[in-house]
């Protein structure tokens, strides 16, 4: 277990492993993350699928999971969430909320903002619980992959996150499209429901659409605008 203390340290200490663990197989990555620093690491997830969950209870079934509890999620989104805490029974869900609730936010900001500054939105909703919740931690691990976007694209297993201040573990980054969705089918993993309708990357209700056969996945974010990040990965 990690004795590094300072964020000089961790970053010390993710810079090292970034080399290390460069070419590891994602239970690799996350026996490392776990063996390093133990509860002091949370796994998030958007529950579009327990992939990730999946792989990291199988080296410590008590993992503590981040969701991101905007307000706008869709239904079948928390229906996920519950059926996957009943799945993996061990883990500890950290609901991670916005500081007003969406009718606080209405009075403040005025109805939809979302449409109308969807950063703005994404930063009340995502980017300060996520940084609040965070604090509490010296390192996330998250599924995020190189063939999400272009964006994406050198996504490194262990990296430094500079701006949540913690080791960021990307355990699944190499994975392509045909490996992960063997993995859920070998499992048995479960994947919410609107996958199969065509959501091929969920977010906020409001901010999501189906995704036209063969488009890109994310293009079904934040459509008809430029916005392609909510601000949690760049």
Known sequence: MTTATSKEDLKALADKASEELADASALEALEWAVGTFGDDLIVASNMQ?????????????DVDVLFLET??????????????????PDIRVVNAQAEQTVAQQDAEYGPKLHDRDPNQCCHLRKVIPLRKT????SAWVTGVRRVDAPT?????IVTWDDRNGLVKINPIAPWTDEEFHS???????LENPLV???YLSIGCAPCTAKVAPGADPRSGRWAGQTKTECGLHG
């Open 49 to 61: 699928d327990a992939v990730l969950i999946d792989l990291a209870t199988q080296v410590k079934s």
């Open 134 to 137: 965070l604090a509490g931690y």
């Open 71 to 88: 307000g706008y999620h869709f239904a079948e989104t928390i229906g996920t969430r519950d059926a996957v805490a009943t799945v993996y």
């Open 183 to 189: 993995y859920i089918s070998e499992h048995g993993v």
């Open 152 to 156: 994406r694209a050198n996504t490194p």
């Open 196 to 198: 199969s309708e065509g």
